[in-house]
T-cell receptor, first 113, second 115 residues
Framework: KQEVTQIPAALSVPEGENLVLNCSFT??????LQWFRQDPGKGLTSLLL?????REQTSGRLNASLDKSSGRSTLYIAASQPGDSATYLC????????????FGKGTHLIIQP | GAGVSQSPRYKVAKRGQDVALRCDPI?????LFWYQQALGQGPEFLTY????????KSGLPSDRFFAERPEGSVSTLKIQRTQQEDSAVYLC?????????????FGSGTRLTVV
């Protein structure tokens, strides 16, 4: 059974710092990996989607990498801002017949002004 | 619509009561998913529809949970004889294509509290 682990569970840093969120998964047979952001009381907003054949994706200040063989992904946030405060979730989509995403528990990020 | 709409936003049910949660996906989206998110946890997959066909219901925790999408658009997740462990946020997501290249759009969820 696929398991997704996110480290750290929580992180608080001053505004302006660059930071890295980590995601690992136990079964490397994935179709893609997606990073989401979740604000309190809200649904999930997709940030970046990396196909299994890709190594990284970039959107603005966000960069996500994927090392499928080692079962790891990182989300890099440059020049953090208070508006980046949220919970960040990593999810993998299986490569077999199943269609549901498997999520990690998330990293709760606080950017101090 | 512009996004995935879920109703109600909040639902308080007495233990043993039946509830129905509604999801309106983005118009034209073929794939629809339901997830359950307990407090402090990541979402967990419940079930998946492609149009009106329920292709995967392996995540439904018990036979008290039932989902339908009779016309391939709106979906309803029904929970019978609710129990306290059913308290969670129920998220709906839709996707334009049944293939796996594109990502999901999630709704804001329904927060169910069973008392």
């Amino acid at each position: 059974k696929q398991e997704v682990t996110q480290i750290p569970a929580a992180l608080s840093v001053p505004e302006g710092e660059n930071l890295v969120l980590n995601c690992s998964f136990t079964d490397s047979a994935i179709y893609n990996l997606q990073w989401f952001r979740q604000d309190p009381g809200k649904g999930l907003t997709s940030l970046l989607l990396i196909q299994s054949s890709q190594r990284e994706q970039t959107s603005g200040r966000l960069n996500a990498s994927l090392d499928k063989s080692s079962g790891r992904s990182t989300l890099y946030i440059a020049a953090s801002q208070p508006g980046d405060s949220a919970t960040y979730l990593c999810a993998v989509r299986p490569g077999g017949g199943a269609d549901g995403l498997t999520f990690g528990k998330g990293t709760h990020l606080i950017i101090q002004p | 619509g512009a996004g995935v709409s879920q109703s109600p936003r909040y639902k308080v049910a007495k233990r043993g009561q039946d509830v129905a949660l509604r999801c309106d996906p983005i118009s034209g989206h073929v794939s629809l998913f339901w997830y359950q998110q307990a407090l402090g946890q990541g979402p967990e997959f419940l079930t998946y529809f492609q149009n009106e066909a329920q292709l995967d219901k392996s995540g439904l925790p018990s036979d008290r949970f039932f989902a339908e999408r009779p016309e391939g658009s709106v979906s309803t997740l029904k929970i019978q004889r609710t129990q306290q462990e059913d308290s969670a946020v129920y998220l709906c997501a839709s996707s334009l294509a049944p293939d796996r290249v594109v990502g999901y759009t999630f709704g804001s969820g329904t927060r169910l509290t069973v008392v």
